[in-house]
């Protein structure tokens, strides 16, 4: 049996999903390169009290990094959530509503993700040796 | 000695578990606030029956589900990040050094003395009041993880890795350590005590310890009953010797002075010193140890070190002697 596609206006976009899932993955990324250059740097290049300064440093520039990336994730959802005049709950079955209601979840993700980079980051602000 | 009556990281007796209990005395004071104002907005949410501004209402839950957790998250983080850093420093050179191997499911113990020679003992630690303490932590098979609640945080033990503890007891008394992380059958009963003296008694503790059984009072092999000065129980501890190399428990355990070098299982040449049986399952009592020593696998199932039912009573009473001698 034939089926019929339903209308174009009621599809998710697949190109707005994947965008929805860029700041969690700046947040694993940064997450991994912070974690995996501290334990590989002090297991292979320095002693036991080797000085944390070179961590701080790599972290430092993984956090401005993945920043920069969310807040450019982040503003993209900002200007779909503002699309147009309607207000929220973005609800409607139609696709500029489904386009606002994926940039507003794109923004509130984008600074949870900052928070928990910035969390991240903290630790290695404390850290001075690779005990 | 003070005695802990119970395992607790509340009842604190080290610079490290102190730090601790403050933290936890933080988080559970914050969660009940928390609780209390979550709850309370709750209650007035379903019973209050005034109209609100929609735009109070939107901040309101910005701010108690957002902001608020946020900031209270980024504070204690914080508090508990300031306090790493002393925690992990190790202790300063010259301090006293002791290692401990996890083994399946008891605890190696070696303290390094000024000479860098190694002492060893098992399933007990001594420790000095007022003075930091440096622990290299390592396992011999399995994941095993060190932690004494009362005296500091638990460190893992990894078998092919060294990992480093500082703690630093402030009071005296006798504390429990437990294996933290589940290593088997036995692990429940992967027990220590640690006893935290004044520095003088740690050290004449730690020179007996150095001492081998030759060096002291040896229970005598002579069983000549002529000799009129041997009393019954040295008779009993003389025979018992036999009967721990003719039955073979030096092939796992070392009683240094004899040929007895085994390194399987614990180090006995102090044994009878120690206070527990079993890495802290059992105090240590002749009955209690008769009851080890015939009935193993019922009092620590799991238990590496087979069960002796085919030995005689007046073999395992000799045994009970002759350890109990090791002082």
């Not at chain 2, 080890?292 to 009473?317: A, C, I, N, Y």
Request: hydrophobic share 45%.
């Amino acid at each position: 049996m034939k089926t019929t596609k339903p209308a174009a206006d009621g599809l998710l976009s697949s190109a707005k999903l994947w965008t929805l899932t860029f700041a969690p993955l700046c947040w694993a990324a940064h997450f991994l390169a912070s974690y995996l250059t501290s334990a590989i740097y002090c297991a292979k290049y320095a002693p036991a009290d080797g000085d944390g300064l070179p961590i701080r440093i790599a972290v430092a520039l993984f956090t401005v990094i993945a920043l920069s990336l969310i807040a450019w994730i982040g503003g993209i959802g900002l200007r779909a959530h503002h699309m147009g005049e309607t207000k929220l709950p973005h609800d409607d079955n139609t696709s500029r509503s489904e386009q606002r209601f994926l940039g507003f979840a794109t923004l509130l993700l984008s600074l949870l993700s900052g928070v928990a980079i910035l969390f991240t980051a903290l630790v290695f602000v404390i850290m001075e040796t690779c005990h | 000695m003070h005695q802990s009556s119970f395992q607790s990281a509340l009842d604190t007796a080290g610079k490290g578990a102190e730090r601790i209990a403050e933290l936890f005395y933080w988080m559970a004071g914050g969660a009940t606030l928390i609780w209390i104002v979550t709850m309370g907005l709750a209650v007035y949410a379903i019973l209050s029956r005034r109209e609100h501004s929609v735009r109070m209402t939107r901040w309101l839950v910005i701010g108690g589900g957002a902001v608020v957790p946020t900031v209270v998250l980024a504070g204690l983080l914080s508090y508990a990040l300031v306090m790493l850093p002393e925690l992990q420093r190790p202790a300063p050179e010259g301090s006293l050094t002791i290692e401990v191997a996890g083994v399946r499911w008891w605890w190696r113990v070696n303290y390094i003395d000024n000479t860098g020679r190694r002492i060893p003992t098992a399933n007990e630690i001594y420790l000095p009041v007022d003075q930091p303490v440096e622990f290299k932590l390592t396992s011999e098979d399995v994941i095993h993880s060190f932690w004494i609640p009362s005296l500091g945080g638990k460190v893992d033990m990894m078998p092919g890795r060294t990992n480093r503890l500082k703690l630093h007891p402030t009071r005296t008394g006798v504390f429990s350590g437990v294996c933290a992380e589940f290593c088997g059958t036995a692990h429940a009963q992967m027990r220590f005590r640690v006893v935290v003296t004044d520095q003088q008694t740690f050290d004449d503790w730690l020179v007996g310890q150095a001492q081998e059984l030759a060096e002291r009072r040896e229970p005598s092999a002579n069983t000549d009953p002529a000799d009129v000065h041997q009393s019954a129980a040295e008779t009993q501890a003389a025979i018992g010797k036999t009967t721990f190399f003719s039955r073979g428990c030096s092939a796992c355990h070392a009683i240094r002075g004899t040929p007895a070098d085994g390194v399987v299982g614990p180090d006995l040449t102090h044994f009878g010193s120690r206070l527990s049986i079993g890495a802290g399952v059992l105090d240590n009592t002749p009955e209690n140890l008769r009851l080890w020593l015939s009935d193993t696998h019922r009092v620590k199932p799991g238990v590496q070190m087979p069960d002796f039912q085919t030995l005689r009573g007046d073999e395992v009473d000799s045994l009970v002697h002759f350890l109990g001698a090791l002082k």
